[in-house]
């Protein structure tokens, strides 16, 4: 039976952050973590704090790199920036995992939250073409939300399949100012 977040996203899991490949290798151990996963999910989606934070207390290693595929009609960017992500990002959004679902439905503290659990090996996990979460925040306009990625080690550098870097995504001139004071930094110790 599947939660209302599995019906909603598609229901499809995976654990393993390192691909957009779906396998699913069974047994007990698998459906467990397909609970935990939809658990996570859906309390993100309910934007459920608490619950959120207590799972990432438990489950820490498995949640941050634990990636969920939305249905096409379910999670979409939001329509003032439609145009712009499809062009930059591309439309295909793959499997995400809870911060990059948590930025693209605007539910920013949470993202922050899993962000704090984040390994830094994971904050620049890749999602659709090539995107990162640093992407996704650059282009939704969150400023906030960019300083957390910044100050948590994402790649400001990294291009996506459509050869596109942060830069490229904004012209917001609190985010550029962002950007290209973490640029100056990384010169810095160069």
Known sequence: MLSSIGKLLGSRTELDGSNDSLGTAGGA????????????????????????????????????????KPEPQTVRFPSDVERDAYTLLGAYLGPLTGLQYSILTGRDSIAKDILDSTFEQDVDARFGNGNTALHLAVLLGAPAMVSALIERGADINLKNKRGYSVVDMSDNPDILRLLQSRAEEDEDTQ
């Open 29 to 68: 151990a698998n459906e467990a973590s397909e609970v935990l996963i939809n658990e996570f999910f859906t309390a993100i989606h309910e934007q459920d704090t608490e619950a959120v934070r207590r799972l990432l207390v438990d489950h820490k290693t498995d949640l941050t790199r634990a990636r969920f």
